[in-house]
């Protein structure tokens, strides 16, 4: 079983306080830069790759969508996402999306929020979701960005009196296993660089339409810590297509 912290009770309540659970995607500090990345759903077979609470199966529905997938480890997740996100055309599935096994040249669209730096080998699940994707498919996904999750810790260096100094940035190229701190319990994430997230797509025979380090939008700003957010990037959003 790969690890499943949101299964976590304490985990999980703390996950569902921050705004993203509490207000769905208007809560997301990078939605309005995502939403226009995504593809046209209308009439469209839809997988989400890491779920979670189903907001962005539901979006994919409500914009003409035949079918939607959503994937996802964690049982409280999908619990949730039935609750909040479900729909006659909304299937959720508890799986690692390392293990899933689905039908070849199926899916229109591949979605993931936020997933894809739980997941060791990027390459390999890369090469499944080209295998589920029909030709001309699009592939739209975010994560956490390589300078955010270079050194591992995921805070800031912070000076005597408590205010912040810089984030650090460190170990750049060594790419694999971190042992980050996230809603103040310890989770195993993955680091890789830019290079690898871009070129591992361009390898497996995808084409590239965008790339954004998505900053916070204005509306945000006053947010406790929004502001800091523009010190450096947190996360890198990307879209391609299946050639």
């Not at 997301?28 to 469209?44: S, T």
């Not at 909304?90 to 993931?112: H, K, N, P, W």
């Not at 204005?218 to 050639?243: F, N, T, Y």
Request: hydrophobic fraction near 35%.
């Amino acid at each position: 079983m790969k690890e499943n912290k949101y299964d976590d009770e304490k985990f999980f309540q703390k996950y569902s306080e921050m705004s993203r659970s509490r207000y769905g995607l208007s809560g997301a500090g990078e939605w309005e830069r995502f939403r226009e990345m995504m593809p046209d759903f209308q009439g469209k077979r839809v997988l989400d790759l890491g779920c979670g609470y189903g907001w962005h199966c539901a979006y994919a529905a409500e914009k003409g969508a035949v079918s939607v997938l959503g994937i996802d480890l964690s049982e409280k997740m999908l619990e949730t996402a039935r609750e909040k996100n479900a729909g006659e055309i909304i299937e959720y599935r508890r799986c690692a999306m390392e293990d899933l096994v689905l039908e070849e040249d199926f899916f229109d669209v591949v979605l993931s929020s936020l997933a894809f730096h739980y997941v060791k080998d990027f390459p390999d699940l890369v090469s499944r979701i080209k295998g589920w994707l029909c030709s001309g498919g699009a592939f739209v996904f975010s994560v956490e960005h390589p300078v955010f999750t270079a050194y591992g810790n995921q805070d800031w260096y912070y000076g005597p009196d408590g205010s912040i100094l810089h984030f650090p940035v460190d170990n750049y190229y060594y790419e694999g296993k971190r042992e980050a701190v996230f809603l103040g319990e310890k989770v195993t994430k993955y680091h890789r660089t830019l290079t690898t997230y871009l070129d591992t797509l361009l390898q497996m025979g995808f084409s590239i339409k965008r790339v954004v380090e998505p900053e916070p939008p204005q509306r945000m700003m006053e947010w406790p810590g929004m502001k800091d957010e523009m010190r450096r990037p947190m996360m890198l959003l990307i879209s391609a297509v299946k050639e």
